[in-house]
Nanobody, 119 residues
């Protein structure tokens, strides 16, 4: 079993930034972020791979989202800039041994951290 713990959510004014983190109980080949906006389907943001190191973004994650990871700390990060009220969501860390399939189907998932953006 793999445990994922997200930190860094909170309330922020529109235009602000947040950095979320996700600590895994072990180094995983593929770690990523998805988000749950109330009333909408889970939305993929992007994935970071341990080796070779690279990050891939879903279309919705392009531009304002930056994913990075520190393998020595088994930690994944999500930097979100220019936050907008529509970014308000539960941000969830996911992980997979092989990175196959969509982010929403990765077998390991954290509890999520809430981000609320006010206008």
């Amino acid at each position: 079993q793999v445990h994922l713990v997200e930190l860094g959510g909170g309330s922020v004014q529109a235009g602000g930034s947040l950095r979320l983190s996700c600590e895994a109980s072990r180094v995983m080949y593929a770690m990523g972020w998805i988000r749950q906006i109330p009333g909408k389907a889970l939305e993929g943001i992007g994935t970071a791979y341990s080796s070779p190191r690279r990050a891939d973004y879903v279309d919705s994650g392009q531009g304002r989202f930056t994913i990075s990871r520190d393998n020595t700390k088994k930690t994944l990060y999500l930097q979100i800039d220019s936050l907008q009220p529509e970014d308000s969501a539960l941000y969830i860390c996911v992980a997979s041994y092989d990175g196959t399939g969509q982010l929403q189907t990765f077998p390991f998932r954290g509890q999520g951290t809430q981000v609320t953006v006010s206008s």
